[in-house]
């Protein structure tokens, strides 16, 4: 037996600390100037304060799925026993995205508090320089961390199904209405937010025309993702309603198929947004066939990386064996229908990035972001519906067809984007400060608003355990060993939020 | 400066504020504060109790349109795959595992075998996902088990406690084992 930690670490924490590794080294080409040991001591920064985070994710990732303990509950195994429990790593990459997405928008705030109160022109240009970075910051960690989140909730519900159960349909299924609110929010505020700062660069008129299509996508959107499947009613509506708790459309919207279907649009519709902003000055473009071999490589290997992504769960699909999933056998159909799906996806790849060599670089996104929607939204959105009467079990594969499809769409859209536009004549400078003050309100709520949906999610990780100080091994024998309600929970987050935000204040402001 | 930060405060405020009258409202809703209630006896009350409480059987099963739950079996008439409540279903399926085991079968063996050995019969288009419902984390003692049982018999069927507490057929087995594990 080794000394080492890295042959009992599963794949994913390999991958997550080899990232980790791979960022360490790659940083050392910084270090030609002193721009570069500035950029090299953050890079050691970031590292060192992640794995301070994931020393202290593994007290409370072992509370929720104690490793090293025998039947009897008594701990048998060592100190990296307990530190390599089934959920360390799951909740160490959700919480480093939920910081990278935090840090952006707190820096946001701070710059928006500075361009509320700024003076001169001077001034509000620069903290409107720093709210534009911020929120980049803020949404390039938000887009992937609905993944990150599901990914956590799978490997939950793989270690407890009733830890699993009782978090998306027991006790904190309101929690989860919440939850949706809060993120739903930031993404229609952030929206919001490039929406206005495309006033300030020349050139972005062109592509306002979207924004109300977006606008409603993102609306409709949400307000299904918050549609309960059974609706609070008073004894009087429940008769009117047939004495049925479920309303007769509303009941589907309520049903995860329909919730997977609308936080793909989102996150696709975010994206698009996003593209449409960065693009904003792109005047006259260099053809992507004059940039040299270049394109050809890096167009070839993302490729490849999005055709294995998609490709190998395609492929797993058609293999998939029903009785894996205690299903009769006639059921694999099911199965190779999406299958089928996402080899069509993978030929929208290949067919993407023939279109983008040949300098088609534009139908070449429109074709894999169309067909992307297409699968993980509708398709998918109308046939998790069938899946759930037929082949219930199955309906967890749908999503993550769903992700995969969706993870390769963003990776490979933004890899031709960067060639599209690569070099590019401007339109004209960016007009900094030119931003209304309710634009900077905007980023005031996204600061907010993922404070309070960090103490949120805090709260269901923690309360997941119910009565259990360490789940499955040590009981809460004492009455207070009960789940607070959702409205204690809002009192404990929100004052928690208002003297994290007041004494962040007072700290940048060396008030204390 | 001193003026955007009370603008800013005051706007945080009645952020904090909207967030605090959702969770009251959502709370208000779903049947206001609940704390650990002691559970007693062995009756269909106590099982209705620890059904949609403690044993956190409502998060996979609803009963009718109670409930919203559809990870596993309706055990009220839902639709044209349930048609008959539990109470009245388990006779039934009595009947069924008979002749898949060529053991006597009673409803209350059928139903002590669903709670003690679910793995046993899995209901066609649904996974075998049932936890132990007497080990931890649910830990249900074996009075609370037999309630839940009494619940179940109630939806539909007759009440019978004397046949939980002494089983005819099959479930006498089951009960051993439930009450060796849990005593355990």
């Given at each position: 037996m080794g000394m080492g930690i890295g042959h009992r670490l599963h794949g994913d924490g390999r991958a997550f600390i080899t990232v980790m590794i791979l960022t360490l080294g790659g940083g050392l080409f910084l270090l030609k100037d002193r721009k570069g040991v500035h950029l090299y001591m953050g890079i050691l920064l970031n590292i060192f304060g992640t794995l301070i985070m994931m020393l202290a994710n593994s007290w409370v990732s072992f509370m929720m799925s104690p490793s090293g303990v025998d039947q009897k509950g008594a701990f048998i195994g060592t100190a990296i026993d307990a530190l390599l429990n089934p959920l360390w790593i799951p909740l160490a990459m959700h919480r480093m995205m939920g910081n990278i997405a935090f840090g952006g928008f707190i820096a946001g705030a701070y710059a928006a508090v500075k361009f509320i109160g700024a003076k001169t022109d001077e001034e509000r240009a620069h903290y409107d320089w720093m709210g534009y970075i911020s929120n980049f910051v803020g949404i390039a960690g938000l887009l992937p961390l609905p993944f990150a989140g599901y990914y956590f909730g799978r490997e939950v519900y793989s270690n407890s199904a009733v830890m699993g159960n009782n978090m998306m349909g027991g006790d904190f299924s309101w929690t989860f209405i919440m939850q949706a609110m809060l993120v739903g929010s930031l993404f229609l505020i952030s929206n919001y937010y490039l929406w206005s700062g495309m006033g300030r660069i020349p050139g972005a008129e062109r592509y306002r025309g979207y924004i109300k299509f977006l606008l409603a996508i993102i609306v409709i959107s949400f307000a299904i993702w918050l549609t309960p499947h059974n609706l609070p009613l008073t004894g009087e509506e429940v008769g009117q309603m047939g004495g049925s708790q479920y309303h007769p459309t509303l009941k589907y919207l309520g049903l995860m198929p329909a919730k997977n279907a609308v936080v793909n649009f989102i996150i696709l519709s975010t994206f698009f947004s996003f593209l449409l902003y960065k693009r904003g000055n792109k005047g006259k473009t260099i053809p992507v066939s004059q940039q040299g071999r270049t394109p050809k490589i890096v167009l070839s290997i993302i490729g490849l990386l999005c055709l294995w992504l998609v490709g190998q769960y395609a492929v797993y699909l058609y293999g998939l064996d029903p009785k894996e999933l205690d299903l009769p056998p006639d059921r694999a159909g099911y199965f190779r229908t999406v299958g089928t799906l996402l080899f069509i996806n993978c030929a929208a790849i290949i067919i993407a990035i023939a279109l983008t060599l040949k300098d088609k670089g534009i139908i070449a996104q429109y074709l894999y972001i169309g067909v992307t929607g297409f699968n993980v939204t509708l398709f998918l959105g109308v046939y998790g519906f069938v899946v759930m009467e037929k082949a219930s079990p199955f309906l967890r594969n749908i999503a993550v067809s769903q992700f995969t499809q969706l993870i390769s769409c963003l990776i490979l859209v933004t890899t031709i984007d960067s060639f599209l536009f690569k070099n590019a004549e401007s339109m004209g400078e960016m007009k900094w400060g030119k931003m209304s003050i309710r634009s900077q309100y905007a980023l005031l709520v996204l600061c907010i608003v993922i404070t309070l949906n960090m103490g949120l999610m805090g709260f269901i990780r923690s309360g997941l355990r119910t009565d259990w100080h360490i789940y499955g091994?040590?009981?809460?024998?004492?009455?207070?060993a009960y789940t607070p309600s959702n409205y204690t929970m809002t009192q404990m987050v929100g004052s928690a939020a208002i003297v994290f935000l007041v004494t962040g204040d007072l700290l940048l402001r060396g008030r204390i | 400066m001193g003026k955007a930060l009370l603008k800013v405060f005051v706007f945080m405020i009645v952020l904090v504020t909207i967030f605090l009258w959702v969770g009251h409202t959502i709370t208000a809703m779903t049947g206001g504060e609940r704390k650990s209630q002691a559970i007693v006896g062995i009756n269909p009350e106590a099982g209705e109790a620890i059904f949609w409480g403690k044993g956190r059987c409502s998060t996979c099963h609803s009963i009718g349109d109670k409930g919203s739950a559809v990870r596993c079996p309706n055990l009220g008439v839902f639709g044209e795959k349930f048609t008959l409540p539990i109470g009245l279903r388990a006779a039934e399926r009595a009947k069924e595992r008979e002749q898949q085991t060529g053991k006597p079968y009673t409803a209350v063996d059928y139903l002590l075998e669903c709670v003690?050995?679910?793995?046993a019969y899995v209901v066609e288009g649904y996974k075998n996902e049932m936890p132990t419902v007497y080990a931890p984390p649910i830990s249900l003692t074996l009075d609370e088990v037999k309630a839940v049982i009494s619940y179940l018999q109630s939806q539909g069927g007759e009440v019978n406690i004397e046949a939980i507490s002494n089983p005819p057929g099959e479930g006498k087995n089951l009960l051993n084992r439930i009450a060796a594990a849990v005593s355990a």
């Open positions: 091994v040590l009981k809460d024998a004492s009455e207070w | 003690g050995n679910p793995s």
